[in-house]
């Protein structure tokens, strides 16, 4: 019987590359659930911020809608040479002004005193209550804003036709009235004759808009309009620092991706 003895030289390292196989499988496997935990963190703070952006963008684009139409109504404001008698400046303030108390955003009234610039024989003092009454008649009428400025304006511009058109959509002037404002207009005392018309429309509508303004649909509406005029009032421009802020937040984005990327390498190598 033949026997061979040898050392065995091999056993112990092999044991050693096994054992640091599985330490590093363990080790594989606790840098997987870290950076599944950090996705986590990464993933909820996204949303946080993805959210808020998406809010404050709301704000920007009623900054340059409200920017655009301020714009329109100087160009108006041009081509009627000002006859309406107010700077575009206190037309920008009344419009601020009319907001505040009201449902109505700053943009909705800029649009209708640019209507209503285009009917020259409409200025000063009756073109404030003109502009607050369309808001009136559209809310008590449910019509919308545009068609009431075309019907009020056309109305104030031609007293005489503008009563039997009035008359026609539901406001109801006595015969005593409608004489008053034939005479007034036919001996040139203009502003006396609108001013019955729009008498009439507060005694029958007035303060429709401002008690919308007083409903919680109302009040969110008119937050909206707050923090634009805010940015304005500090002479604060959103749109380079959150122009700024969005790519900042693609960088964030992006590299959540490319985390959820090396988490799934990670995960499929040590399986």
Known sequence: VIVIKGDDEASGPLKKVRGGMHDLEASGKSLTASMGRLQSGWAAGTAAVVTFTAAMLKVVEAAAEQEKLEKRLEAVYRTTGGTVGLSTTALKDYATALGRATAVGDESILKIESILLTFRKVSGDVFK???ERVFDMAEVMETDAKSAALQ???ALNDPIRGVSALTKVGVSFTEVQKKQIKHLTETN???????????ELRSEFGGAAKAAGQTFGGALKGLKGDFVDLAQAIG?????GLTTFANDLRGIVQAASELDQAKHLVTNFFE
């Open 129 to 131: 209550e003109a502009t």
């Open 152 to 154: 009020l304006g056309k």
């Open 189 to 199: 005392q203009l502003a006396d004759a609108q001013k019955i018309i729009l008498g």
């Open 236 to 240: 604060a421009d959103p749109l380079p």
